[in-house]
């Protein structure tokens, strides 16, 4: 799974530059958050042990590493490469877990607060598409079953 | 300018909707020719969706673009995440066909089709380039002369940059550009392009997430700013929310957070009221009353008359 989604070539630089390890805040803040070791792993094949570290989901997308990038291919790949991975096991935090329960049933992650909103005198919030949302859903899933792609 | 849709996205209309309302008083001020559209979901939240189903990630955005697409409409939205999470899947679907014609083969069974021409700005870059700050500065009844303003952009207002190409994504300027605009000093600090950590939130990591608050409101208290000013609903949860519970554990900070469209409002003259800042969960009125207080001061010109009674030289 991992091979097909990370580029080793470009990893096997990363692990010998760096650069995102100067620019990142959550290895500025978090102690320990490393990412030249968790790209060491990934590149000799222990990238297992990453998959239960709540390190993968410290990583808070905020692009910097990809902007600093030499190769603008950056560690938030290989993050989200782990993350996508740990998820497929069922190995995300239980609030991820929620949010996505939330977001596939209602098509969001909260629905508009009515009462506050007529206190303010806002309009009616626009309908919702859930209803095609989920249908698109549906067809998803179908297709994949279709392909043989096991989700 | 072309007509608009507004993506308002689900924190602003779940948690924060007086955001909704400052948003729409200041479009409806400057007579900007925007639509609410049926049909939005989530855009889809990327760290949230994408983690689990990349495919649904994609689906899901392509969708939201499609509506607009549809109607001929751009998309201007508040929100910095929901932008970037639309530019990401709409920068990628435009650069690789076949995922195209794959999404717009399963759209096309709701009757959708996923284009790729509408233009997604968010609020921040769409004032800077379409409206603009000459504009700006025609319209509003009163600048912020004197006023320290703090910053922050959120990430996602700029980066990435591949997908939203709307500023430099290490060293952006047009937030600062407007706030100068407006008459404020745009304070330069340390954190200013820090993370707001907020993302440590959604992951059960709240302790972490309030670290990583305090390590920018200590410096703003530490340097004088007014106000923290941003634009996007998940940075104001972490600096209006988050700072509220360490204020109420004793932590002295009290650094008021502003939205981008309310200190836009007070300029076009509304009241902190009729803009819903009194919703905050931290008091706004520090900031405030300083500006109220800053009106009262003489103009420079004031009392000059007085000081020219002397002998002229035409006696």
């Known amino acids: 799974m991992l091979e097909t989604t990370l580029d080793f070539k470009l990893l096997e630089m990363c692990s010998r530059c760096g650069a995102c390890y100067s620019i990142c805040p959550s290895c500025m803040n978090i102690p320990g958050y490393d990412p030249r070791e968790v790209i060491r792993d990934i590149l000799s094949g222990e990238h297992e042990k990453w998959l239960s570290s709540r390190h993968i989901w410290e990583c808070l997308e905020c692009h910097y590493c990809v902007e600093i990038c030499y190769q603008h291919y950056g560690f938030e790949n290989a993050m989200t490469a782990l993350r996508m991975v740990a998820a497929r096991k069922g190995m995300h935090p239980p609030q991820v877990k929620r949010g996505w329960d939330m977001f596939v049933k209602t098509g969001k992650l909260g629905e508009p607060a009515l009462p506050a909103r007529k206190k303010l005198g806002l309009p009616e919030p626009g309908a919702s598409g859930a209803d095609e949302f989920r249908r698109l859903h549906a067809l998803l899933k179908e297709r994949r079953a279709g392909a043989g792609e096991a989700k | ?315």
């Open chain 2, 1 to 315: 300018m072309r007509e608009f849709a507004v993506f308002w996205g689900c924190t602003i209309q779940a948690r924060f909707p007086f955001i909704e309302k400052s948003t729409r008083l200041v479009l409806e001020s400057f007579g900007l020719p925007y639509r609410d559209i049926d049909g939005f979901t989530c855009c889809p939240e990327k760290s949230l969706v994408n983690n689990i189903d990349r495919g649904s990630f994609v689906l899901t955005a392509a969708r939201n673009v499609a509506l607009v697409d549809e109607l001929g409409l751009d998309l201007v939205s508040p929100c910095t995440g929901c932008v970037s999470n639309l530019s990401t899947v709409k920068g990628e679907l435009n650069a690789d066909p076949r995922e195209k014609a794959e999404v717009n083969g399963l759209l096309r069974e709701v009757g959708r089709e996923f284009k790729g021409v509408s233009r997604l700005q968010h609020l921040v870059p769409f004032f800077h380039d379409t409206v603009g700050i000459h504009k700006i500065k025609q319209k509003i009844k009163r600048d912020f002369d004197g006023m320290r303003i703090a910053l922050h952009y959120g990430c996602h207002m700029i980066r990435p940059s591949h997908a939203l190409k709307n500023d430099d994504p290490l060293n952006p300027v047009k937030f600062d550009n407007i706030i100068r605009g407006l008459g404020a000093e745009s304070l330069q600090f340390m954190t200013k392009l820090m993370c707001c950590g907020q993302g440590l939130d959604r992951v059960d990591a709240h302790d972490k997430a309030l670290d990583f608050a305090r390590v920018k409101l200590k410096e703003l208290k530490a340097i004088g700013a007014d106000a923290l000013v941003l634009c996007c609903p998940s940075c104001f949860l972490q600096f209006d929310n988050n700072q509220f519970l360490m204020i109420k554990e004793g932590e002295r900070l009290g650094v008021p957070v502003i939205y981008f469209t309310e200190l836009l409002g007070l300029a076009l003259g509304f009241s902190a009221a009729e803009l819903g800042m009194t919703s905050h969960r931290v008091d706004c009125s520090p900031f405030v009353s300083k500006w109220e207080a800053l009106s009262k001061r003489p103009s420079p010109s004031a009392g000059i008359e007085a000081g020219l009674t002397g002998p002229s030289a035409l006696g």
